[in-house]
Protein backbone atom coordinates (compact mmCIF):
# COMPACT_ATOMS: atom_id res chain seq x y z
CA UNK A 1 0.00 0.00 0.00
CA UNK A 2 0.93 3.74 -0.45
CA UNK A 3 0.24 6.27 2.21
CA UNK A 4 -0.52 9.68 0.71
CA UNK A 5 0.04 13.23 2.43
CA UNK A 6 -2.36 15.25 0.57
CA UNK A 7 -2.53 19.28 1.57
CA UNK A 8 -4.15 21.09 2.61
CA UNK A 9 -6.90 19.34 4.18
CA UNK A 10 -9.71 22.48 3.86
CA UNK A 11 -10.11 25.67 2.44
CA UNK A 12 -11.89 28.76 2.38
CA UNK A 13 -11.09 30.77 -0.59
CA UNK A 14 -12.55 33.81 -2.60
CA UNK A 15 -13.35 33.91 -5.96
CA UNK A 16 -11.09 34.53 -8.79
CA UNK A 17 -8.27 33.52 -6.47
CA UNK A 18 -6.19 30.02 -7.09
CA UNK A 19 -5.37 27.55 -4.87
CA UNK A 20 -2.81 24.63 -5.45
CA UNK A 21 -3.11 21.49 -3.73
CA UNK A 22 -0.18 19.11 -2.92
CA UNK A 23 0.09 15.49 -2.93
CA UNK A 24 3.15 13.65 -1.52
CA UNK A 25 3.60 9.65 -1.56
CA UNK A 26 5.83 7.93 0.69
CA UNK A 27 7.07 5.44 -2.31
CA UNK A 28 7.75 5.94 -5.87
CA UNK A 29 4.32 4.90 -8.11
CA UNK A 30 3.70 4.60 -11.53
CA UNK A 31 0.68 6.69 -11.71
CA UNK A 32 -1.30 9.28 -9.96
CA UNK A 33 -4.38 10.90 -10.82
CA UNK A 34 -6.34 14.09 -9.51
CA UNK A 35 -10.18 13.44 -8.89
CA UNK A 36 -13.20 15.84 -8.04
CA UNK A 37 -16.27 14.75 -5.91
CA UNK A 38 -18.84 16.91 -5.70
CA UNK A 39 -21.37 16.81 -3.03
CA UNK A 40 -23.17 13.79 -2.49
CA UNK A 41 -21.71 12.45 -5.92
CA UNK A 42 -19.30 10.18 -6.83
CA UNK A 43 -15.62 10.58 -8.41
CA UNK A 44 -14.89 12.08 -11.61
CA UNK A 45 -11.63 11.90 -12.95
CA UNK A 46 -9.67 15.34 -14.09
CA UNK A 47 -6.39 14.44 -15.28
CA UNK A 48 -3.63 11.82 -15.20
CA UNK A 49 -0.63 13.36 -13.86
CA UNK A 50 2.62 12.05 -15.89
CA UNK A 51 5.64 12.55 -14.63
CA UNK A 52 8.31 14.60 -16.62
CA UNK A 53 5.36 15.77 -19.24
CA UNK A 54 2.22 17.22 -19.69
CA UNK A 55 -1.01 16.23 -17.92
CA UNK A 56 -3.43 13.79 -20.00
CA UNK A 57 -6.62 15.58 -19.08
CA UNK A 58 -10.41 14.34 -18.84
CA UNK A 59 -13.43 15.73 -21.24
CA UNK A 60 -14.54 18.74 -19.71
CA UNK A 61 -10.89 19.60 -18.08
CA UNK A 62 -8.59 21.99 -19.23
CA UNK A 63 -4.60 22.86 -18.68
CA UNK A 64 -5.35 26.61 -17.95
CA UNK A 65 -8.05 25.85 -15.60
CA UNK A 66 -6.67 22.97 -13.69
CA UNK A 67 -2.64 22.69 -13.94
CA UNK A 68 -1.07 19.48 -12.90
CA UNK A 69 2.74 19.01 -12.01
CA UNK A 70 4.62 15.86 -12.04
CA UNK A 71 8.30 17.04 -11.34
CA UNK A 72 9.15 12.95 -9.88
CA UNK A 73 7.32 9.75 -8.97
CA UNK A 74 6.23 11.16 -5.78
CA UNK A 75 4.84 14.23 -5.94
CA UNK A 76 2.61 16.32 -8.02
CA UNK A 77 1.04 19.66 -7.13
CA UNK A 78 -3.21 20.31 -8.84
CA UNK A 79 -4.28 23.92 -9.01
CA UNK A 80 -7.48 25.10 -9.26
CA UNK A 81 -7.08 28.68 -11.51
CA UNK A 82 -9.53 31.63 -11.34
CA UNK A 83 -12.00 29.89 -8.74
CA UNK A 84 -15.64 30.58 -8.82
CA UNK A 85 -18.17 28.87 -6.59
CA UNK A 86 -18.61 26.04 -8.64
CA UNK A 87 -15.58 24.38 -8.58
CA UNK A 88 -16.36 23.94 -4.67
CA UNK A 89 -15.79 20.38 -4.03
CA UNK A 90 -13.59 17.93 -2.89
CA UNK A 91 -10.52 17.33 -4.90
CA UNK A 92 -8.87 13.67 -4.72
CA UNK A 93 -5.14 12.70 -5.42
CA UNK A 94 -4.91 8.81 -6.62
CA UNK A 95 -1.87 6.45 -6.40
CA UNK A 96 -1.88 3.51 -8.68
CA UNK A 97 0.95 1.15 -9.11
CA UNK A 98 0.54 -0.88 -12.76
CA UNK A 99 -2.14 -3.96 -12.01
CA UNK A 100 -2.79 -2.90 -8.72
CA UNK A 101 -5.83 -1.00 -6.93
CA UNK A 102 -5.27 2.82 -6.76
CA UNK A 103 -4.66 4.26 -3.12
CA UNK A 104 -6.82 7.90 -2.28
CA UNK A 105 -5.50 10.71 -0.28
CA UNK A 106 -7.23 12.07 2.13
CA UNK A 107 -8.48 14.74 -0.09
CA UNK A 108 -8.95 18.55 -0.01
CA UNK A 109 -12.36 19.87 0.93
CA UNK A 110 -12.71 23.26 -0.91
CA UNK A 111 -15.43 25.88 -0.56
CA UNK A 112 -15.00 29.45 -2.96
CA UNK A 113 -17.26 32.48 -1.55
CA UNK B 1 -16.42 5.40 -22.27
CA UNK B 2 -18.26 3.43 -19.77
CA UNK B 3 -21.53 3.51 -18.41
CA UNK B 4 -21.60 2.15 -15.22
CA UNK B 5 -25.07 1.58 -13.12
CA UNK B 6 -25.73 1.02 -9.39
CA UNK B 7 -28.57 1.77 -7.35
CA UNK B 8 -28.54 5.15 -5.76
CA UNK B 9 -29.13 4.20 -1.85
CA UNK B 10 -30.31 0.94 0.05
CA UNK B 11 -30.96 0.21 3.00
CA UNK B 12 -30.16 -2.90 5.42
CA UNK B 13 -30.72 -4.18 8.41
CA UNK B 14 -28.05 -4.68 11.54
CA UNK B 15 -27.21 -8.67 11.22
CA UNK B 16 -28.45 -9.10 7.73
CA UNK B 17 -27.08 -9.60 3.96
CA UNK B 18 -26.59 -7.23 1.33
CA UNK B 19 -26.57 -6.81 -2.10
CA UNK B 20 -25.10 -3.97 -4.00
CA UNK B 21 -25.39 -4.14 -8.03
CA UNK B 22 -22.93 -3.03 -10.79
CA UNK B 23 -23.54 -3.30 -14.53
CA UNK B 24 -21.60 -1.85 -16.69
CA UNK B 25 -20.85 -1.23 -20.49
CA UNK B 26 -17.16 -0.90 -21.70
CA UNK B 27 -14.93 -2.00 -24.71
CA UNK B 28 -12.10 -3.03 -23.26
CA UNK B 29 -12.96 -4.46 -19.76
CA UNK B 30 -9.63 -4.48 -18.06
CA UNK B 31 -11.16 -5.06 -14.04
CA UNK B 32 -13.60 -4.01 -11.70
CA UNK B 33 -12.70 -2.50 -8.21
CA UNK B 34 -15.48 -1.94 -5.45
CA UNK B 35 -14.41 0.64 -2.82
CA UNK B 36 -16.13 1.85 0.44
CA UNK B 37 -16.47 5.62 0.98
CA UNK B 38 -17.33 6.70 4.39
CA UNK B 39 -18.80 10.34 5.02
CA UNK B 40 -15.90 12.74 4.54
CA UNK B 41 -13.43 10.69 3.97
CA UNK B 42 -11.17 9.12 1.07
CA UNK B 43 -12.39 6.22 -0.80
CA UNK B 44 -11.05 2.77 0.46
CA UNK B 45 -10.18 -0.73 -1.77
CA UNK B 46 -12.46 -3.27 -0.98
CA UNK B 47 -12.47 -6.12 -3.69
CA UNK B 48 -11.14 -6.41 -7.19
CA UNK B 49 -12.44 -8.80 -9.99
CA UNK B 50 -10.60 -9.42 -13.48
CA UNK B 51 -11.94 -13.10 -14.05
CA UNK B 52 -15.62 -14.04 -13.82
CA UNK B 53 -16.71 -15.89 -10.14
CA UNK B 54 -16.86 -14.85 -6.89
CA UNK B 55 -14.32 -13.30 -4.28
CA UNK B 56 -14.25 -13.34 -0.95
CA UNK B 57 -12.63 -11.87 1.45
CA UNK B 58 -14.30 -11.85 5.03
CA UNK B 59 -17.45 -10.25 5.80
CA UNK B 60 -17.62 -8.68 2.07
CA UNK B 61 -17.59 -10.77 -1.31
CA UNK B 62 -17.54 -9.44 -4.69
CA UNK B 63 -18.93 -11.28 -7.77
CA UNK B 64 -18.47 -10.96 -11.60
CA UNK B 65 -19.83 -11.72 -14.53
CA UNK B 66 -17.83 -10.27 -17.82
CA UNK B 67 -20.44 -11.91 -20.48
CA UNK B 68 -23.28 -10.11 -18.51
CA UNK B 69 -21.18 -6.67 -17.70
CA UNK B 70 -22.32 -7.24 -14.19
CA UNK B 71 -21.13 -7.43 -10.55
CA UNK B 72 -21.85 -7.24 -7.13
CA UNK B 73 -20.74 -6.59 -3.74
CA UNK B 74 -22.20 -8.92 -0.92
CA UNK B 75 -21.95 -7.57 2.22
CA UNK B 76 -22.86 -10.03 5.18
CA UNK B 77 -23.42 -9.54 9.27
CA UNK B 78 -24.07 -6.25 8.29
CA UNK B 79 -22.60 -3.80 10.76
CA UNK B 80 -23.78 0.17 11.89
CA UNK B 81 -19.97 0.91 10.30
CA UNK B 82 -20.90 -0.50 7.34
CA UNK B 83 -23.13 2.40 6.57
CA UNK B 84 -21.33 4.48 3.94
CA UNK B 85 -21.17 5.10 0.17
CA UNK B 86 -20.10 2.05 -1.58
CA UNK B 87 -18.21 2.81 -4.78
CA UNK B 88 -18.16 0.38 -8.34
CA UNK B 89 -15.07 1.56 -10.40
CA UNK B 90 -14.08 -0.10 -13.92
CA UNK B 91 -10.60 -0.07 -15.58
CA UNK B 92 -10.62 -0.17 -19.47
CA UNK B 93 -7.76 -1.21 -21.47
CA UNK B 94 -8.67 1.28 -24.09
CA UNK B 95 -9.78 4.45 -22.85
CA UNK B 96 -6.52 6.07 -21.23
CA UNK B 97 -4.30 3.53 -21.98
CA UNK B 98 -5.42 1.34 -19.73
CA UNK B 99 -4.41 3.40 -16.89
CA UNK B 100 -7.63 4.70 -15.38
CA UNK B 101 -10.73 4.11 -13.39
CA UNK B 102 -14.22 4.87 -14.23
CA UNK B 103 -15.92 5.24 -11.40
CA UNK B 104 -20.17 4.67 -10.65
CA UNK B 105 -22.22 7.22 -9.30
CA UNK B 106 -21.73 4.92 -6.05
CA UNK B 107 -24.34 3.18 -3.67
CA UNK B 108 -25.16 4.91 -0.02
CA UNK B 109 -25.80 2.04 2.42
CA UNK B 110 -27.38 2.69 5.52
CA UNK B 111 -27.65 -0.22 7.92
CA UNK B 112 -30.28 0.51 10.74
CA UNK B 113 -30.97 -1.29 14.28
Known amino acids: SAVISQKPSRDICQRGTSLTIQCQVD?????MFWYRQQPGQSLTLIATANQGSEATYESGFVIDKFPISRPNLTFSTLTVSNMSPEDSSIYLCSVRQMNTEAFFGQGTRLTVV | GQNIDQPTEMTATEGAIVQINCTYQTSGFNGLFWYQQHAGEAPTFLSY????GLEEKGRFSSFLSRSKGYSYLLLKELQMKDSASYLC??????????????FGTGTQLKVEL
Open chain 1, 27 to 31: SQVTM
Open chain 2, 89 to 102: AVRDRVTGGGNKLT
Open chain 2, 49 to 52: NVLD
